[in-house]
T-cell receptor, first 118, second 115 residues
Framework: ETGVTQSPTHLIKTRGQQVTLRCSSQSGHNTVSWYQQALGQGPQFIFQ???????GRGNFPPRFSGLQFPNYSSELNVNALELDDSALYLC?????????????????FGQGTRLTVV | AQSVTQLGSHVSVSEGALVLLRCNYSSSVPPYLFWYVQYPNQGLQLLLKYTTGATLVKGINGFEAEFKKSETSFHLTKPSAHMSDAAEYFC?????????????FGTGTRLLVSP
């Protein structure tokens, strides 16, 4: 086990609703990244939080938003859900070294939240 | 921009046979490369990583991968497949800039192991 926990594990929502997914990072990690994995695809980067600030964002619309708290846990919020938002949402924690690419640790992933939009 | 390509969406082997999963990368800077495994209804587990140094990298569960710059490849191998190796495997490259880093994943290869 990686020490990264996500909740809930499964969720069913109706199109147009809003959803909040939660992630507790591994102890000592200050960076949380969120990924969307559609069925049969590889994970796609949504955004990253480092010390409570958004630190980078992928090609996702603004209705995907997030937060990171002082204990480095994180939330992913999705507004106005669409059918295509159905996916496995993965949270990954790491010890980010913001200014250097030649160091830093690998990302440890949680079990994911399976979101189904109907 | 960094990217990876995994050749073969499905690979089938018999138990005890060699496992070879292919990954080619594209990167304008020296790449950091990773292999992750995903079991059904699970998250991603790191198998191994290449950063710098030795080009042959050993990981968990008997897997290893060799970084070949001349071929821009980072193929994953295991000498003898076990039934428990059946899973989805993802190759990834670390991308980003001085501001942040992210993982860019391939589309995955499903490994099927038959008795």
């Amino acid at each position: 086990e990686t020490g990264v926990t996500q909740s809930p594990t499964h969720l069913i929502k109706t199109r147009g609703q809003q959803v909040t997914l939660r992630c507790s990072s591994q102890s000592g990690h200050n960076t949380v990244s969120w990924y969307q994995q559609a069925l049969g695809q590889g994970p796609q980067f949504i955004f990253q939080y480092y010390r409570e600030e958004e630190n980078g964002r992928g090609n996702f619309p603004p209705r995907f938003s997030g937060l990171q708290f002082p204990n480095y846990s994180s939330e992913l919020n999705v507004n106005a859900l669409e059918l295509d938002d159905s996916a496995l949402y993965l949270c990954a924690s790491s010890l980010g070294k913001r200014q250097r690419l030649d160091t830093g640790t690998e990302a440890f992933f949680g079990q994911g939240t399976r979101l189904t939009v109907v | 921009a960094q990217s990876v390509t995994q050749l073969g969406s499905h690979v089938s082997v018999s138990e005890g046979a060699l496992v070879l999963l292919r990954c080619n990368y594209s990167s304008s800077v020296p790449p950091y490369l990773f292999w992750y495994v995903q079991y059904p209804n699970q998250g991603l587990q790191l198998l191994l990583k290449y950063t710098t140094g030795a080009t042959l990298v050993k990981g968990i569960n008997g897997f290893e991968a060799e970084f070949k710059k001349s071929e821009t490849s980072f193929h994953l191998t295991k000498p003898s497949a076990h039934m428990s190796d059946a899973a989805e495997y993802f190759c990834a490259v670390r991308a980003g800039n001085t501001g942040f880093q992210k993982l860019v994943f391939g589309t995955g290869t499903r490994l099927l192991v038959s008795p």
